[in-house]
């Protein structure tokens, strides 16, 4: 797609992070902007903001692990706009911990909006750009798509199912010759507010408090934390990537080179039969 000007633009996760960054140069190329957010406040803030700026904006709370959440925004799209032409299935969040930790109820928070969010974002959206035969859509998985460092497991098996299903989609697409277009986002570390995603997490899907972080826990959050602050990629930056890979038909989107050795150690790993390699994701910043 390289003709932006006047089309349409979904973005889920759309009102803080890299999707507010989406909507800012999606809305700089001329597109029609719809965001879907959890979070009322800041959804409101970044619709008064693109439309004092001059875009043309509609803003929704939506709920991505709800489908019928997903559907009323839809319709919403559909009736202020018509058919969308640009997907970006963006929200995510994140709950760390040990595998044999988790309970039931952070697998089904975690899942239910980066995966279902993807599931119901194409429900509802992608017929309508197959039936056009013009469009793009962006997934937002992450380079824990193609790693599997530890702590991280409800988050992991979220974003290496949205590569798959990216992948399996585009070649879906490819082969009956449809003009729809698929990018896979497998961002590294970006200047988000994943790792407080928390704060949004439904009261039905929390946890009774457990036992406070001890010294050593709270020291490495904190590192992490600071790290990210002076070291993370804008979303800004992001943003560029995303609207180059739209509209030159780019599947893989990779915004540093940080983790590739890592990726490329795995899938050596794999070939050779050698078991995994113990790592935690915060190793590859203080090593």
């Not at 797609?1 to 809305?27: C, P, W």
Request: glycine share 10%.
């Amino acid at each position: 797609m390289q003709e932006l000007n006047g089309k349409v633009a979904v973005i889920t996760g759309g009102a803080s992070g890299m999707g507010r960054a989406f909507a800012d140069r999606f809305a700089a190329e001329g597109m029609r902007i719809a965001i879907a957010d959890i979070e009322e406040p800041v959804l409101d803030q970044a619709v008064a903001e693109l439309e004092a700026a001059g875009a043309e904006v509609l803003g929704m709370r939506c709920d991505v692990s709800d489908h019928g959440s997903v559907q009323d925004f839809g319709t919403a799209v559909e009736e202020a706009f018509g058919t969308a032409h640009v997907v970006c299935l963006n929200a995510g969040v994140a709950s760390g911990g040990l595998i044999a930790e988790q309970s039931l109820k952070s697998w089904q928070w975690v899942l239910g909006v980066n995966l279902f969010g993807i599931v119901h974002g194409m429900d509802v959206f992608l017929p309508g750009l197959i039936e056009q035969d013009e469009g793009h859509v962006v997934m937002t998985a992450s380079i824990a798509g193609h790693t599997s460092f530890a702590g991280l497991g409800p988050y992991n098996a979220s974003k290496h199912a949205t590569v798959t299903i990216a992948e399996t989609l585009h070649a879906e697409l490819r082969e009956v010759g449809s003009q729809v277009g698929v990018s896979c986002l497998c961002p590294g570390f970006v200047a988000t507010n994943i790792f407080s995603a928390v704060r949004n997490r439904p009261e039905s899907l929390q946890d009774a408090p457990g036992d406070p972080l001890d010294d050593e826990e709270q020291l490495g959050r904190e590192a992490l934390l600071e790290w990210m602050a002076a070291n993370a990629l804008q979303p800004a930056a992001v943003a560029d990537m995303v609207h180059d890979a739209v509209t030159s038909d780019t599947f893989w989107i990779f915004t540093d080179e940080d983790h590739l050795i890592q990726i490329a150690e795995r899938h050596e790993r794999i070939r050779t039969r050698q078991d995994p390699n113990a790592r935690r994701i915060s190793d590859d910043l203080f090593d």
